[in-house]
């Protein structure tokens, strides 16, 4: 799952590994209790600087989503229902926003999205 | 504390060709500081005139808070250095190596360093001439790394190597630095590689720095917007032009500097219209920086 970041991306890389996490709490990827890779693990996967993985941990924790135990490395907490879905309501937008950006490139509107939308998740356009 | 390495005013001349002029930056401690450059801007000479190799003609050097070339031993017994050219007797065995070095550095790890050996799969027998360019490029890494520097000043470590090699190198470094927390000055002409692992990144072009930003400040500010319709000029941009120019599809194409979404504005008024605003990896940036910076010169 962590390949999934873009070091060309504005977006810095300790948001985009914390953002990743949070996800994978919200699809119920990671559930409590479950051990996040230690710093030294992560950065050499992904190659990236240990201080951007800390970074993003320490967020994280400053959030309520994981909790560090002195030693023994950095745990998912128990993330309520409600958190969880704010999360998918949340990456939810960011993806229509990414969507909408890239139709007006287009000179795509919001309408016409709207109905391939529709159409591509089954639901009848109401016309 | 000090920083890892401050050098103020650096000027260093050889013949009439080449010079570094005014070269001065500053590498935090713990930061992982990547030090671009073309070919031939100078990186490697001013690596040289760092570590007292190459005799300054004024300015001043600090490393690890050791005034350079003054307090050098000092500096160097902390101090871990993967040179661009191979440092090693090619006649000595990958053993003799490892012996070697053991004896010249108080803080050698030889249990790691044997584990370092193993792990990339260096023969001791193998004389250090006939090791392939990809093992000649972990060996310096593992003796840079095994002697537990507080700082490692890398010179194109990984210049020539295969990804596999790359990759095996930079995860031991990376391991070390989670570890260690140590600093490290990087220099390459391989920005991609450079891009996630750095927090500084510092940018030389013929002998003069271009640059020096924490990673994050470089890239969020420049960007390339594409308009249909040039902008009809007599308005001042809230931004900075870096270059204007046309892309592959003809669409005309501006590069900016200091740029956030609301200057959108900007050219709605000026009668065009951006098509899209697109975030610039680290090597455009890097290429546009050379590009500002040659034109500000000549």
Redesign the interface.
């Known amino acids: 799952m962590h390949d999934e970041?873009d070091?060309?991306?504005?977006v810095?890389?300790y948001e985009q590994i914390a953002a990743r996490v949070r996800v994978a709490v919200a699809a119920e990827e990671y559930r409590a209790g479950d051990a996040l890779p230690s710093?030294?693990q992560l950065?050499?996967t992904?190659?990236?600087?240990?201080?951007?993985?800390v970074q993003a941990y320490r967020d994280l924790e400053r959030d309520g989503f994981v909790e560090t135990r002195h030693g023994a490395g950095t745990y998912v907490r128990a993330v309520a229902a409600e958190v969880r879905e704010e999360e998918r309501i949340r990456r939810a937008r960011e993806l229509v926003r990414k969507l909408l950006a890239e139709a007006a490139?287009f000179g795509i509107g919001a309408a016409e999205i709207g109905r391939a939308l529709a159409e591509e998740t089954g639901v009848a356009s109401h016309e | 504390m000090s920083e890892a390495i401050e050098v103020r005013g650096l000027s260093y001349r050889a013949g009439r060709s080449f010079e570094l002029r005014d070269v001065s930056l500053t590498v935090p401690r713990?930061s992982?500081y990547g030090f671009l450059g073309p070919n031939g801007a100078g990186k490697t000479t001013t690596i040289r005139v760092l570590l007292g190799m190459t005799r300054r003609d004024g300015g001043d050097v600090r490393l690890l808070g050791h005034s350079i070339p003054g307090e050098l031993p000092g500096a160097l017994a902390r101090i871990g250095y993967v040179p661009e050219r191979p440092h090693v007797y090619p006649s000595l065995t990958v053993a003799d190596a490892l012996r070697c070095h053991a004896a010249f550095h108080h803080r050698w790890d030889g249990v790691w360093a044997e584990q370092l050996r193993r792990q990339f799969e260096l023969p001791l027998d193998r004389r250090v001439g006939r090791l392939s360019k990809g093992e000649s490029g972990k060996l310096l890494m593992l003796l840079a790394l095994a002697q537990r520097p507080e700082l490692l000043i890398l010179d194109e470590p990984t210049d020539g190597l295969d990804p596999m090699v790359r990759?095996d190198v930079?995860?031991a470094l990376?391991?070390y630095?989670?570890?260690t927390g140590a600093t490290v000055f990087i220099s390459s002409h391989l920005v991609?590689e450079l891009?996630?692992?750095?927090?500084w990144v510092g940018v030389l072009d013929h002998g003069r720095m271009v640059a020096e930003l924490p990673i994050?400040v470089l890239?969020?500010g420049i960007k390339k917007i594409r308009l249909t319709d040039t902008p009809v000029n007599g308005h001042h941009p809230p931004f900075e032009v870096l270059s204007r120019g046309r892309d592959a599809f003809e669409t005309e194409t501006w590069v900016v500097r200091g740029w956030s979404d609301p200057m959108v504005q900007y050219f709605d008024t000026a009668g065009a219209t951006v098509?899209?605003v697109v975030?610039?990896?680290?090597e455009e940036v890097f290429v546009e920086l050379l590009r500002s910076g040659r034109e500000v010169t000549s």
């Open positions: 970041i070091p060309r991306s504005p810095p890389l710093v030294r950065s050499s992904l190659r990236v600087n240990p201080s951007t993985v490139r | 713990g992982i990759r930079l995860t990376l391991d630095v989670s570890e991609h891009e996630r692992m750095c927090s994050d890239k969020s098509r899209e975030d610039l990896d680290l």
